[in-house]
């Protein structure tokens, strides 16, 4: 047991509560118990800047450098459950941060490619998530995925475009889910984007949330 144990334990009992009070707008009053057992296994503190290791498991986002923060622990965890993984699946995370949520999607995925735009955030994560051998990093303009190893069976956006980037819609396998934050600044909305089997997509919303803009898609737009 590393001295972070009971920390890291509270910090879950702390997303099974929220997840009841949040139940109104989610529609689910537990999260997936192997999200849990996820969110209890990686050590959140390893992926935050050194000087901030006291506050890691806080349910409150963190920042981490570069003008951007690494999620609240229940955001996190609400994000993967709404992901719904199978453990033989394939999953496109965009915005790796220091990597703790490529962490999380490690445990429950058979393999996990990560993008991030920052270069600095995307060589430290290297670094921290060096351990874990079934997740592959790039760096780049997460808009667009990673078409060379598209069709994803998951997708999961850690940065709120306005709306859900095309070509992140054509890189999701048809019976493939989405889960991102999108929306005006001041109004966004967590989304769930399925796939259906014909190619046809449904969105539903989640609940209102505040993310950090997706880099890369005023480029994509000009």
């Known amino acids: 047991m590393d001295e972070f144990e009971a920390l890291r334990q509270s910090m879950v009992a702390e997303i099974a509560a929220e997840a009841v009070f949040a139940s109104g707008e989610t529609g689910k009053a537990s999260l997936d118990l192997r999200v849990l057992q996820a969110m209890a296994r990686v050590p959140r503190h390893e992926y935050v800047p050194m000087e901030l290791r006291p506050l890691a498991y806080a349910n409150s986002p963190l920042p981490i450098g570069c003008d951007k923060t690494i999620s609240q622990p229940f955001i996190c965890a609400l994000m993967t459950d709404l992901l719904a993984l199978e453990p033989g699946e394939r999953v496109l995370e965009v915005g790796t941060g ?125």
């Open 98 to 222: 220091l990597g703790y949520h490529a962490a999380i999607l490690a445990g429950l995925a058979a393999r996990v490619y990560s993008v991030e735009v920052v270069e600095e955030l995307a060589e430290e994560a290297a670094q921290r998530l060096a351990p874990l051998s079934n997740i592959e990093l790039r760096i780049g303009n997460g808009y667009y995925g990673w078409p060379e190893h598209a069709p994803f069976d998951r997708i999961l956006v850690t940065a709120a475009p306005e709306l859900v980037p095309p070509p992140l819609l054509q890189q999701l396998k048809p019976g493939g889910r989405m889960v991102l934050p999108a929306g005006l600044p001041e109004s966004q909305k967590l989304l769930v984007v399925d796939k259906d089997a014909s190619g046809r997509t449904a969105i539903r919303e989640v609940l209102r949330v505040r993310f950090s803009l997706l880099e890369g898609a005023e480029d994509a737009r000009a």
